[in-house]
């Protein structure tokens, strides 16, 4: 048995393996269906061939392999419109195949087979009509508007033209050429990862699967190349241990580089993915060297719109104080200023396990629905709805941003509006590491200002006990010494400029007695006396002081919930930092206009939510430089400010337990919320006290009406 012989024999064996192994792999699609017996009709060619040789020469055997040669294209062509089926369209090429394979049959049946015309006649009709249904799928693929299925008919359309190309040089011994059956090997190998393509959803996998199936191909015929050469033309058996170090040395030097030139020509032929790997890699690589957050989201943005693989991109970061989501930069259509936590509730719980490509869900309802899925269909439209928010990029892929404990920090969203089913699950996977990467910058950034607000505030602290001693005592003394100054001991009247002067002593030295304090306040802040208190209540007596000590034309309007669940906080904590918020709204309108004062619930997707406090004001807002240091202490834009003021407000809510968030329209006016988180035992102890008076009015109303007249019953 020659080579030939043996080599035909295996090869045949693997492609009736393979066809059988894609038959095994569950219920096959139509497309694996013809993939299946396009496989089986090689491998039963192949072993044709083999008896074909082996029975040396036989008419029948010869004949059975013309008739499986014509076989192929009729399952090639099957197979490709499975591929990419056309609904509504009747497959021309399918028909002309249909037609040329009765001739062809009836020719190779005839007395004139083995003449050189027949051998010929088939050969072109094989190949030609390959040719063509590789060339009429490329075209196909090409005019489809989703990229995933045009790298995927490319991938297919380069696998297939390799194996009929492989196969092509080994069906050239049909027409007398007598050439070594490399042709048989490689038409295998590609038939295998023409197999995997159709088995597997990932182009990733595809791409390592073929550059190892390549390597490893090319290492083997170089290794028995170098068998063959130190076998064959140097030495004989004897030498056989000398040729195999010799051949195992050459692998050795030859793997490396051949894997990875193998590795550049694949990713070349897919440049769309290269060019988002690159760009990945290089926002990666930046990201490395960023501290602070600020500077993330331009380097991020940066690199995606320099891909050119998607026509938009917005990158939101969680607000640290609070559940909603800000835009830090973005580049296409317009994206939303800011996301409410409320209104993306379904994608944001999404995106805390996985990514989510917004087009997927969409078609995954339509499936769902025919399934009769109506649950898990009805979550993916409450999905959908919550991305209409996204306006713009309400179709993109959604990409979370998480911690190391997975809380959700940010979203990153990208849109191709050129084509549907823009992104393939290897550009999903490629953009998530770069969320994993903005998620550590975000984390880092985070830790790095804690860390510096620790230090300013350790350094605030021990300035703040200087102060106290350095300071305080000396402006007693001023102060004293002045008013002892303003009242003289033998009754005569002070000259008005005199009396001036001591008099802006005393007032600079009560301010500066005020800044001092305000700096002791904010360097050691005090617990104060928790307890649970009515948000309502305390706000209305709050608005109550204010008015009786007002000098403004200001109008306090106030509007409260009801129902508002208590919170355990400091009672006149919360008024210093209610009065604190109103005094700034009152000074940003100028001391004239409307402030409102609303009290509210927020829910939280963690515990029982938040009791709300809102002090809006219609003054001409907060320009963007100056909302970046607002509770920055002693940053101010008041000529005689401290620039302690909010900064106070803010370390006392948060010693509650609570957060102030801040929006501001330059012309419109700025909104303060503060949200105090509901107090549950509070909340208990009045459930149980209602419960207790239900029970006992209950009771009465049951002894009352065993004999009490009707009217008696609603007494006490």
């Not at 492609?15 to 090689?42: E, N, Y």
């Not at 030495?235 to 692998?251: C, K, P």
């Not at 002791?520 to 305390?538: E, I, K």
């Not at 963007?624 to 370390?651: C, D, N, Y």
Request: glycine share 8%; net charge neutral; hydrophobic share 50%.
């Amino acid at each position: 048995m020659d080579l030939r012989t043996r080599t035909s024999l295996l090869c045949g064996a693997l492609a009736v393996i393979i066809a059988v192994s894609i038959l095994l792999r569950g219920k096959p699609r139509r497309a694996q269906t013809f993939f299946a017996l396009f496989s089986l009709d090689m491998g039963l060619w192949y072993l044709a061939q083999w008896l074909y040789h082996f029975v040396h020469q036989a008419l029948l055997w010869w004949r059975f392999t013309a008739v499986l040669a014509i076989l192929l294209p009729q399952f090639a062509l099957h197979l490709f419109e499975a591929i990419f089926p056309r609904p509504g369209e009747k497959p021309v090429l399918l028909r002309v195949a249909g037609v040329l394979a009765i001739p062809a049959v009836l020719l190779i049946l005839s007395p004139y087979h083995a003449s050189g015309f027949a051998r010929g006649s088939v050969f072109l009709y094989v190949f030609g009509l390959i040719a063509a249904g590789l060339w009429s799928l490329w075209r196909r693929g090409e005019r489809s508007r989703s990229r995933a299925t045009q790298r995927r008919v490319r991938f297919l359309v380069l696998i297939g033209a390799a194996a009929a190309l492989f196969s092509l040089a080994d069906f050239l011994w049909f027409i007398g050429a007598e050439l070594p059956p490399v042709g048989e090997v490689l038409s295998i190998v590609f038939l295998y990862v023409l197999a995997e393509s159709l088995h597997r959803d990932r182009l990733l996998d595809l791409y390592e699967m073929l550059g190892r199936a390549m390597v490893s191909t090319a290492v083997a015929f170089t290794l028995a190349g170098i068998f063959y050469v130190f076998a064959e033309l140097i030495g004989g058996f004897q030498t056989m241990y000398l040729n195999a170090i010799l051949a195992a040395i050459g692998m050795l030097t030859l793997f490396e580089p051949l894997r990875d030139k193998v590795a550049r020509y694949i990713h070349r032929a897919f440049r769309e993915r290269v060019d988002l790997e690159r760009a990945v890699t290089r926002a990666r690589s930046a990201l490395v060297h960023v501290v602070r957050i600020d500077e993330m989201p331009e380097v991020v943005i940066a690199a995606l719109e320099d891909s050119r693989r998607a026509t938009g991109a917005a990158l939101y970061l969680r607000d640290p104080m609070g559940w909603d989501f800000a835009l830090a930069d973005s580049f296409g259509p317009k994206a939303p200023r800011r996301l409410e936590w409320a209104a993306i509730r379904p994608l944001v719980e999404r995106l805390g396990a996985t990514s989510v490509v917004l087009e997927s869900v969409a078609a995954a309802v339509v499936e769902r629905r025919q399934a009769g899925q109506a649950r898990e269909a009805e979550a993916d439209e409450r999905l959908l709805a919550a991305a209409e928010a996204l306006e713009s990029f309400k179709g993109g892929a959604c990409f979370g941003i998480r911690s190391e404990s997975a809380e959700l920090l940010g979203m990153l969203v990208l849109v191709d509006d050129r084509m549907s089913d823009a992104f393939s699950p290897d550009d999903v996977a490629l953009v998530e590491s770069l969320a994993l990467q903005i998620g550590v910058v975000v984390e880092n950034s985070r830790q790095y200002r804690r860390l510096q607000e620790r230090d300013r505030l350790a350094a605030l602290g021990q300035m703040a006990a200087g102060l106290a001693h350095e300071v305080k005592n000396p402006l007693g003394a001023i102060k004293g010494a002045a008013q002892l100054l303003s009242e003289p001991a033998d009754g005569r009247a002070m000259e008005p400029s005199t009396h001036e002067f001591l008099g802006i002593i005393l007032e600079e030295v009560d301010r500066l007695d005020r800044v001092v304090r305000s700096v002791l306040d904010y360097g050691r802040p005090s617990m104060g006396n928790p307890g649970s208190v009515d948000v309502n209540a305390a706000v209305r007596r709050t608005l109550q002081v204010l008015g009786s000590s007002r000098d403004q034309a200001t109008r306090r309007v106030l509007r409260t919930a009801d129902d508002l669940p208590p919170v355990r906080v400091d009672e006149e904590q919360l008024r210093q930092v209610v009065i604190n918020l109103v005094n700034n709204a009152e000074e940003a309108m100028g001391g004239t206009g409307e402030v409102t004062v609303t009290t509210g619930r927020k829910p939280s997707p963690r515990g029982p939510g938040y009791v709300e406090i809102a002090v809006h004001d219609r003054g001409p807002g907060i320009a963007p430089e100056v909302m970046e240091h607002l509770f920055v202490p002693f940053f101010t834009t008041k000529p005689r400010g401290t620039g302690l003021g909010l900064a106070i407000s803010q370390r006392m809510v948060q010693a509650m337990g609570g957060r102030i968030e801040v929006s501001s329209q330059p012309g419109v006016g700025s909104s303060f919320i503060v949200l105090l988180p509901v107090y549950e035992g509070g909340a208990a102890r009045n459930q149980g006290a209602a419960r207790d008076h239900a029970a006992q009015v209950g009771g009465q109303a049951t002894s009352a009406s065993a004999g009490d007249p009707p009217w008696q019953k609603a007494l006490p």
